[in-house]
């Protein structure tokens, strides 16, 4: 599990695909205290598994599904990258609840300066914004942000300075693919009261009337 706080930005060193999967080798620094082979480190938002360690960085594997639903499998050497260690028990949990698994990708449609902070614009597809909600939780390239505003076609965050600081999302340019992963909570009870497909609707006992009866 992931809380969205990124703890540095990492570059790739080399990304070697065999048609839709392959290797990642990342340069980092602080991501590698403690981390030991096995261990899962949030790449872009991305869980991937490290396979292999150097003093200076690791490597890990990518699958199929990886380059489908994520920008890793359009990555090249000397991109930047957030980084995130997988969240130890006890530790404060500073962002939300995020599982490293992309629901797939958006695009940066605009970014608007308003004093100190940056307005970004995400272009989504339609499966992605149906359960994003204004002052919601999303994760953009591994980032926990909250929703300002939610539009036909996408939605707004506003960036404040050290997150700016700290992660890549402003160093992106407008019409650069980002990795989107919902609120986890949403994807629950969207699934529970069978809202994905009408098929589901139909079949579903569960309703807002019986989750209001006991007081979800």
């Known amino acids: 599990m992931f809380t969205g706080i990124v703890e540095e930005v990492g570059k790739i060193r080399h990304i070697a695909l065999g048609g839709q999967s392959g290797k990642i080798a990342v340069r980092a620094k602080k991501v590698l205290e403690g981390t030991k082979i096995g261990d899962s480190i ?14 200076d960085g690791f490597t890990a594997d990518i699958m199929a599904e990886t380059c489908r639903r994520s920008n890793l499998g359009r990555g090249k050497p000397g991109d930047c990258v ?95 693919q980002v990795n989107l992963e919902n609120d986890i909570v949403g994807k629950y009870v969207e699934k529970l009261l069978g809202l994905g497909n009408r098929e589901e609707s139909r079949e579903s006992t569960l309703t807002m009337d019986f989750l209001k009866e006991y007081g979800i």
């Open 82 to 176: 957030n980084l995130e260690r997988a969240m130890a028990a006890g530790e404060r949990f500073g962002g939300h609840i995020m599982s490293g698994h992309i629901d797939g990708t958006g695009i940066i449609r605009e970014y608007r300066r308003e004093e100190n902070a940056v307005w970004v614009t995400v272009g989504t597809p339609p499966e992605i914004l149906r359960l994003i909600v204004e002052k919601g939780s999303i994760g953009i390239d591994g980032i926990s942000l909250t929703v300002a505003k939610v539009e036909e076609n996408g939605f707004q965050v506003s960036v404040i300075p050290h997150t700016g600081e700290e992660t890549t999302l402003l160093g992106k340019e407008v019409g650069d």
């Open 42 to 55: 949030a790449v872009n938002g991305v869980c991937l598994t490290v396979v292999s360690m150097q003093p």
